[in-house]
């Protein structure tokens, strides 16, 4: 169980494994990345219980709340404190009245793993529903990309000690990483980047993000509800996500490694968006 908030990893002792003679060696200590329940707690009641690495998370309250569609601005949310509760944490929101009571008006109950995207949804048509078109952007030249992915490596402190978080970078149009963030579930480590930009009052066209996980569509739409018009991925997408993009507007450029990458969707253009300036 984490002491503190800002507590990403514990350790464990370990022994080398060999497929020839199994456990060999001497005993040694690991770090391990830290999965916790966090619950989410909106006017005194409970609203979601997500998987996560206990560090910024009022950066996730925000951004979480954000991409949810329960609130539309930072002044929204009024306060976020950070319980530690049993073996998890516990987050208790304080929403603007008028929030509060759309909230309440159309609530439901997420459970949901470090992995899960879809917990809780009870009307498959609210997937047909996308965010607002995105405004045109600034296309992200294929130098920028290049530069952030060579950055990456050393901006992931916690992936580099435990080898088990996904990491969402939010990037300048000229390939700097502005912030990172690290979780042990891919869509929490993007809402992490989005709160963190959004409550600084960062603009979605005035970069992009990198992910570092595969491109599912639910990180499509996290993108798009930024406004970011970018999403470059280390992984590949999958269909629904190249669905989503179309729809929304966003460039998906994926399979990104050193010596270039894949653009999959262009936003609505012939020359792939992300890509050529």
């Given at each position: 169980m984490p002491s503190s908030e800002g507590n990403p990893a514990v350790t464990a002792d370990a022994r080398s494994f060999s497929y020839h003679a199994g456990?060999?060696?001497?005993?040694f200590t690991r770090a391990i990345a830290i999965e916790a329940p966090i619950e989410l707690v909106i006017g005194g009641s409970p609203f979601a219980?997500?998987?996560a690495t206990p560090t910024e998370l009022e950066d996730f309250a925000y951004g979480f709340l954000f991409t949810e569609g329960i609130v539309e601005r930072p002044g929204d949310i009024r306060s976020v404190d950070t319980v530690e509760s049993g073996f998890g944490w516990r987050l208790d929101i304080a929403l603007s009245g008028?929030?509060?009571?759309?909230?309440?008006a159309r609530r439901r109950a997420i459970s949901g793993r470090s992995g899960c995207?879809?917990?809780?949804?009870?009307?498959?048509?609210?997937?047909?529903?996308?965010?607002r078109s995105l405004p045109s952007a600034t296309p992200v030249r294929p130098?920028?990309?290049g530069a952030a992915l060579a950055a990456l490596e050393f901006r992931q402190?916690?992936?580099?000690?435990?080898?088990?978080?996904?990491?969402?970078?939010?990037?300048?149009?000229?390939?700097?990483?502005?912030l990172i963030r690290e979780d042990v579930g891919r869509h929490n480590a993007l809402d992490k980047a989005i709160g963190a930009v959004w409550r600084a009052g960062g603009d979605g066209r005035a970069g992009f993000f990198?992910?570092?996980?595969?491109?599912?569509?639910?990180?499509?739409?996290k993108a798009a509800i930024f406004g970011a018009g970018t999403l470059v991925s280390l992984s590949a997408p999958t269909s629904l996500a190249?669905?989503?993009?179309?729809?929304?507007?966003v460039a998906v450029i994926a399979v990104a490694r050193a010596d270039g990458a894949i653009a999959f969707t262009d936003g609505g253009a012939e020359t792939p968006r992300g890509l050529i300036a």
């Open positions: 456990a060999v060696g001497p005993t219980v997500m998987m008028e929030k509060l009571k759309t909230h309440f995207g879809l917990c809780g949804v009870d009307d498959l048509q609210r997937l047909q529903a996308p965010p130098e920028a990309i402190p916690l992936n580099a000690l435990t080898r088990a978080v996904h990491g969402a970078a939010w990037c300048s149009l000229d390939g700097r990483i502005a990198l992910i570092t996980s595969r491109c599912s569509f639910e990180m499509v739409a190249l669905e989503r993009a179309r729809t929304f507007g």
